[in-house]
């Protein structure tokens, strides 16, 4: 595990940071660090924008209702983005609201919402989906956050797909064969992870991914999983077997 500071408050900013250079926090941050964190002038946060790395930053009032973060030392370089790519079936609020925290948790770089036949949730508020990985982001030390894309309907998204990178989609009526051994046998390269809806992906889109040389299919066991539970159990074999939890 690297030694990460995991007790200091971490925030999000969208300016650029730098020693000694004041970053004006935002009112809900001010509100959650001096009425939430119950934090004052001269307490120390880190904060982080996905270009300079994470700071620690000195909390300064330079006036009644303002609050300011003051870098004074870099805790941590940057790292490259993830480069996983993330797409799944929207479900409804609250168990999106999840499955966005989780899967930046595990890794992803970006979040694409794919609306497939079945698909739970017609509608989608990517400001939500965004506000739920930077508040992920912030408590488990990414830094970065994942890109949010807008919607893609299916067939859009099989046609114009990036052949150099791998799809691989979690299938329920495949046969419950090991996806790590599964996983292992692909050629290097970037990757790409899809989760269908609840009702499961329509004849004619497992048609579609079975045919194209670009696609895997796994199997994740015996039982079938909710949607929100799948994305954390594929992200998990995923990464274990190809991904960045390998540690080589």
């Not at 919607?151 to 099989?158: C, E, H, Q, R, S």
């Amino acid at each position: 595990m690297p030694s990460h500071d995991f007790r200091s408050p971490r925030l999000f900013v969208e300016a650029d940071l730098s020693e000694g250079q004041a970053v004006p926090a935002t009112p809900v941050q001010a509100n959650y660090l001096l009425n939430v964190m119950r934090l004052g002038e001269g307490d120390t946060v880190l904060a982080f924008n996905g270009r300079d790395g994470e700071w620690r930053c000195d909390l300064v009032k330079p006036a009644k209702k303002k609050l300011d973060l003051l870098p004074h030392e870099r805790a941590r370089g940057q790292t490259p983005p993830a480069d996983l790519h993330y797409l799944f079936a929207p479900l409804k609020h609250a168990r999106l609201d999840y499955m966005v925290q989780k899967a930046v948790e595990m890794g992803a770089g970006v979040l694409q919402p794919v609306m497939t036949q079945h698909v739970q949730a017609s509608r989608l508020n990517i400001e939500r989906m965004r506000a739920n990985a930077v508040e992920a982001a912030e408590q488990c030390g990414v830094l970065s956050i994942p890109e949010c894309r807008e919607p893609v309907k299916f067939a859009d998204l099989i046609a114009g797909w990036d052949r150099s990178r791998h799809l691989i989609f979690c299938d329920e009526r495949e046969d419950a064969e090991s996806p790590i051994d599964t996983l292992r046998a692909l050629p290097q390269g970037p990757l790409a992870l899809l989760i269908g809806p609840e009702g499961g992906f329509s004849a004619e889109e497992r048609r579609a991914l079975q045919a194209a040389e670009f696609v895997t299919a796994i199997s994740l066991g015996p039982r079938i999983l909710r949607a929100d539970t799948a994305a954390v159990a594929a992200l998990a074999v995923l990464q274990a077997s190809i991904g960045d939890w390998r540690g080589d």
